[in-house]
């Protein structure tokens, strides 16, 4: 199975704040890569995918990026909505499996 | 606009089947492959299986062995039978779809929860 490594699992931010999450596979999965927000007591939302695409109606200071098997989310200029856990997930081949999850906390 | 509705028992007594459906609504079964997410009270996601509409599925080794799905197009309908669970199995569960574009999961059920107790 890939592994997928994510950091940090928490972090705390201000609102206006950059902040960014990152995603490690444990082996290459060229751009089969997505991220997920979820918001406490809701279903996941898709963000990102394909590691640098941004799915319809996603406000675009949500943005993705990939170097290798390394992979970038980056949230500008944050807004108290974005107070979730982000989640990304490899696609390349099954079992499609989630990074343990980056709880992000708006100060 | 799809929707994705799961139903079944939200309590299941330890070594028996959790059995689940996903019904879809706004949109065809076809030409997708659609998929079974669980979340762990307070834990990360964890994807179970996926099937498409002609009934080829895949799932994760770590269930494999007490898990199947099956599809129904004709009810646009899949499902997901989970047997000789235990309190590890206590979920929420997420029916949801996959994408075209990368298999990307680009939408989802809410989710319903499955105690297993006795």
């Known amino acids: 199975d890939i592994q997928m490594t994510q950091s940090p699992s928490s972090l705390s931010a201000s609102v206006g704040d950059r902040v960014t999450i990152t995603c490690r596979a444990s082996?290459?999965?060229?751009?089969?890569f997505n991220w997920y927000q979820q918001i406490p007591g809701k279903g996941p939302k898709l963000l990102i995918y394909g590691a640098s695409s941004l799915q319809s109606g996603v406000p675009s200071r949500f943005s993705g990026s990939a170097s290798g098997t390394e992979f970038t989310l980056t949230i500008n200029s944050l807004q108290p909505e974005d107070s979730a856990t982000y989640y990304c997930q490899q696609s390349y081949s099954p079992p499609y499996g989630f990074g343990q999850g980056t709880k992000l906390e708006i100060k | 606009q799809l929707q994705l509705q799961e139903s079944g028992p939200g309590l299941v007594k330890p070594s028996e089947t959790l059995s689940l459906t996903c019904t879809v609504s706004?949109?065809?079964?076809?030409?997708?492959?659609w998929a079974w997410i669980r979340q762990a009270p307070g834990k990360g996601l964890e994807w179970i299986a996926n099937?498409?509409?002609?009934?080829?599925?895949n799932y994760n080794p770590s269930l494999k062995s007490r898990l199947s799905m099956s599809i129904d197009p004709s009810e646009n309908q899949f499902s997901l039978k989970l047997t000789s669970v235990t309190a590890a199995d206590t979920a929420v569960y997420f029916c949801?779809?996959?994408?075209?574009?990368?298999?990307?999961?680009?939408?989802w059920g809410q989710g319903t929860l499955v105690t297993v107790s006795s």
């Open positions: 082996q290459t999965i060229s751009t089969y």
């Open positions: 949801a779809r996959h994408g075209t574009m990368v298999a990307e999961i680009d939408s």
């Open positions: 099937i498409n509409f002609r009934g080829y599925a």
């Open positions: 706004g949109g065809s079964i076809g030409i997708y492959y």
